[in-house]
Nanobody
Framework: QVQLVESGGGLVQAGGSLRLSCAAS????????MGWYRQAPGKQREMVAA???????NYADSVKGRFTISRDNAKNTVYLQMNSLKPEDTAVYYCNADIMRPLEPDWGGFWGQGTQVTVSS
């Protein structure tokens, strides 16, 4: 069984910062791409940032220059440092990871439970 557990959300004023963490636990043989998505009320879930196991990153245009994704492979953890937060960043943030489990032929996609980020103006 594989779990992704997020932490670090909360309420912050515009211009402030938050750091999200997501740790993978359970039985698995490898973790591929890890990423962060978000979903605001009434909107579709969108990719915020992603990082490969080798450290290559990709960001949504709306967060470039403000958010930084990183990972600690030894801790099976991905982070999202969010600076210069704006009210439009308000959403539930979800962690996602491609994980290889024993005896499974393909990578499986897993999601965390989500953590609320609210940015007040």
């Amino acid at each position: 069984q594989v779990q992704l557990v997020e932490s670090g959300g909360g309420l912050v004023q515009a211009g402030g910062s938050l750091r999200l963490s997501c740790a993978a636990s359970g039985t698995f043989t490898g973790i591929g791409v890890m990423g962060w998505y978000r979903q605001a009320p009434g909107k579709q879930r969108e990719m915020v940032a992603a990082i490969t196991s080798g450290g290559s990153t990709n960001y949504a245009d709306s967060v470039k220059g403000r958010f930084t994704i990183s990972r600690d492979n030894a801790k099976n953890t991905v982070y999202l440092q969010m600076n210069s937060l704006k009210p439009e960043d308000t959403a539930v943030y979800y962690c996602n990871a491609d994980i290889m489990r024993p005896l499974e032929p393909d990578w499986g996609g897993f999601w965390g439970q989500g953590t609320q980020v609210t940015v007040s103006s």
